[in-house]
């Protein structure tokens, strides 16, 4: 049985909106299911997992808001296609600052 690919994220950005934070990201053709994302505070900390998000169709770009957010505090967030439980390979390491 031929092993899936999972989509690789090619961009990955953010935008502060309103006191909330926007990450955006673009990824390549493999199956997925949806993305899930990853959060921390401090560069060497590990990240937790705090969303998820479903795709319905292929349209190649995602966006999900992080409404935790506090001014003056520096965010790492990393996102991940999944598929039947598996995850593929995570995004390069985006560092915000609100």
């Known amino acids: 049985m031929p092993k899936e690919k999972l989509p ?53 770009v995602v966006s999900w808001i992080d409404r935790d957010i506090h001014p003056g505090n520096i965010y790492f967030y990393q996102v991940v296609g999944f598929y039947k439980g598996k995850l593929g390979q995570r995004s390069k390491m985006l560092e915000v600052r609100p």
């Open 8 to 60: 690789k994220i090619t961009e990955f950005s953010s935008q502060i909106i309103e006191g909330k934070i926007k990450l955006t990201w673009r990824y390549s053709d493999g199956k997925a299911e949806g993305f899930k994302i990853f959060k921390g505070n401090c560069k060497g900390c590990p990240l937790l997992e705090i969303g998820e998000i479903r795709i319905r169709e292929k349209k190649g």
